[in-house]
T-cell receptor, first 114, second 113 residues
């Protein structure tokens, strides 16, 4: 299995531009998580899905952030408009439905907003 | 509010020694506690999970303890190797239907040859 796949790996954009991050979870995993990681705040859960349905989006910073999961093999995280404070590494993770299951992380997207 | 604390300062040890990392939590009653390893430029990788009713869990050179009275977990790497150098993260899981993990900031470990 290729593991969780994220694209792009790096993104540099200017303030005000739209940014779309993509994720392909591991086949058979029913849960998908979007995280943001910074030095100051560590890993923060933004939103997670179960069977393509958003379950908890309480970590989404504000209306500029949105996430979708149109099918079991694809999810997007969109920031519009982007701001410099959005600069961080964004991780996607997936897991099996067992409540004890661990999360498998993708390589992350390093986002820099100028 | 819920809070998780890990050793904020980097840990430097000599190869062959035992590394011990600490994870303390407050205002929380986790059902499970997980430890992950993160290398620079990569996502976290799962290492061990320990349940609230377990005192200790082992996997090869790794050992995790969980003390719900002290609200603390200790993560040990015995016979440490330079390849063990990484950041180690602990995460609390309340179990049940909520899949949200609460993460510590991590502790950086450097094993010197």
């Amino acid at each position: 299995d290729a593991g969780v796949i994220q694209s792009p790996r790096h993104e540099v954009t200017e303030m005000g531009q739209e940014v779309t991050l993509r994720c392909k979870p591991i086949s058979g995993h029913d849960y998908l998580f979007w995280y943001r990681q910074t030095m100051m705040r560590g890993l923060e859960l933004l939103i997670y899905f179960n069977n393509n349905v958003p379950i908890d989006d309480s970590g989404m910073p504000e209306d500029r952030f949105s996430a979708k999961m149109p099918n079991a093999s694809f999810s997007t995280l969109k920031i519009q408009p982007s701001e410099p404070r959005d600069s961080a590494v964004y991780f996607c993770a997936s897991s099996f439905p067992d409540s004890q299951e661990t999360q498998y992380f993708g390589p992350g997207t390093r986002l820099l907003v100028l | 509010s819920q809070k998780i604390e890990q050793n904020s300062e980097a840990l430097n040890i000599q190869e062959g020694k035992t590394a011990t990392l600490t994870c303390n939590y407050t205002n929380y009653s986790p059902a499970y506690l997980q430890w992950y390893r993160q290398d620079p430029g990569r996502g976290p990788v799962f290492l061990l999970l320990i349940r609230e009713n377990e005192k200790e869990k082992r996997k090869e050179r790794l050992k995790v303890t969980f003390d719900t009275t002290l609200k603390q977990s200790l993560f040990h790497i015995t016979a440490s190797q330079p390849a063990d150098s990484a950041t180690y993260l602990c995460a609390l899981d309340r179990g049940g239907n909520n899949r949200k993990l609460i993460w510590g900031l991590g502790t950086s470990l450097a094993v010197n040859p």
